[in-house]
């Protein structure tokens, strides 16, 4: 893809930019008991730093994954949570917090702006050829 999912940059609404890493993908089962996927992300901007874990819950997941028609995959969970991550950063929205759960309609938000993704590199590696 055009985008590196584990290595970004995102400005938030006060022009700051954010340099944002991916850490790590884990099952929430093995950590905190839930029925979710976690993914842990450290943002800095100069001298602030904060760490931050976005929550994608399996049933939802699994929901979202059958309503488009494809496998449920780490890296597409990855690209999930980072959709969420630049959100969260461009919006503001819940910048509060350290462990983020990703609602159903962000989540079926975000999977729709990945296909559209996917779809453009298509048309761009088509057009190359």
């Known amino acids: 893809m055009s985008?590196?999912?584990?290595?970004?940059?995102?400005?938030?609404?006060?022009?700051?930019?954010?340099?944002?890493?991916f850490r790590w993908q884990q099952?929430?089962?093995?950590?905190?008991?839930?029925?979710?996927?976690?993914?842990?992300y450290y943002l800095s901007c100069g001298e602030?730093?904060?760490?931050l874990v976005v929550a994608l819950r399996h049933p939802d997941l699994l929901k979202v994954a059958a309503e488009r028609g494809r496998p449920l995959?780490?890296?597409?969970?990855i690209r999930l949570a980072g959709c969420h991550?630049?959100?969260m950063i461009s919006t503001w929205e819940d910048m509060d917090k350290v462990l983020v759960t990703v609602p159903y309609d962000d989540l079926v938000r975000h999977s729709l702006a990945i296909a559209q993704e996917e779809e453009q590199e298509r048309e761009r590696a088509a057009s190359a050829r």
């Open 27 to 40: 099952n929430a089962i093995s950590i905190r008991h839930a029925d979710a996927v976690d993914c842990k």
């Open 3 to 21: 985008q590196d999912i584990r290595h970004f940059q995102v400005t938030d609404p006060f022009g700051r930019t954010w340099d944002v890493e």
């Open 73 to 77: 995959t780490d890296p597409w969970v």
């Open 85 to 87: 991550v630049r959100h």
């Open 48 to 51: 602030e730093k904060r760490e």
